[in-house]
């Protein structure tokens, strides 16, 4: 048996970064950079791209 895995949409209901206004992603997107957290400034940086 072969197990297929399903993508889910591109709005993922865990994303914390959706209910944010832009200048909180912007603060947060530094505040990531500054902590050197890479994979979370991707993420918001993917929600302020979906944006635009």
Do not use: C
């Not at 912007?26 to 635009?52: C, F, G, H, P, V």
Request: glycine fraction near 0%.
């Amino acid at each position: 048996m072969v197990e297929v895995e399903e993508k889910t949409p591109s709005k993922s209901p865990n994303n914390p970064f959706s209910s944010l206004t832009d200048e909180q992603l912007e603060q947060a997107l530094n505040q990531a950079l500054t902590e050197e957290n890479y994979e979370q400034a991707a993420l918001i940086r993917d929600e302020i791209s979906k944006r635009k």
